[in-house]
């Protein structure tokens, strides 16, 4: 199955906890290939709950499931799998504990090298970024779009490319070398959830 060319990511700043779960169902509804649960600020109790549903929710959709950094919530929901900060757990652990077919993430912000241990360790795929000013990650390093063209030639596993990324630019970043575009505030903080998706899915067809 091809890696999904659109990948939500949650962020507690862009939910209500009325609307948290029909903006994400809105969304996989519309055609989201795989969604990122990420809050970093929740108690236990309401993470657990939060990712119990939109595991459900995933699955009902046949959408990718992946829990940001937390291998222990990622088993407790069933998830499809985890993604992983260079100062998250380690990948490894993950893919022993997760097993030979989850679905791992590893971020590589603008790093060959990062890249290649990722991959060596496991990696389903692979995350470059952020390439554009950022509402969720304002202090992360910058990185080039010349990263994913340089990574395209080195590695055969899925490329998704992180932050800031919008409609105005996601096509530079298609063409670029992404497989995937992982998108936060442009997609969540939509007026119209449903068309943003649409037009985001066009924008990737355009580079199948």
Avoid: W
């Avoid at 959408?63 to 100062?87: K, R, S, T, W």
Wanted: hydrophobic share 45%; net charge neutral.
């Amino acid at each position: 199955m091809p890696f999904p060319a659109l990948y939500g990511i949650t962020d507690a700043r862009f939910f209500s906890d009325k609307n948290f779960l029909t903006r994400c169902e809105t969304a996989l509804k519309n055609g989201l290939g795989i969604l990122q649960y990420r809050d970093k600020t929740a108690e236990v109790s309401k993470r657990l709950s939060e990712a119990r549903a939109l595991a459900a929710l995933c699955h009902r959709y046949n959408a990718i499931f992946i829990v940001n950094d937390d291998i222990d919530l990622a088993c407790a929901v069933n998830a499809d799998g985890v993604h992983l900060g260079q100062n998250d757990s380690d990948l490894k652990e993950a893919r022993k504990r997760l097993g030979p077919d989850a679905i791992i993430g590893a971020t590589c912000h603008d790093s060959l090298v990062l890249a290649e241990a990722a991959e060596s360790a496991g990696a389903s795929y692979l995350a470059f970024g952020r390439f554009f000013p950022s509402h969720t990650k304002e202090q992360a390093k910058a990185a080039n779009l010349a990263i994913l063209s340089a990574a395209r030639k080195h590695f055969s596993l899925p490329l998704v490319a992180i932050g800031g990324i919008n409609l105005d630019n996601a096509e530079r970043v298609y063409t670029a070398g992404a497989d995937c575009v992982a998108v936060c505030h442009s997609l969540f903080s939509a007026h119209d959830i449903a068309l943003t998706i649409n037009r985001f899915k066009h924008l990737g067809a355009q580079h199948d």
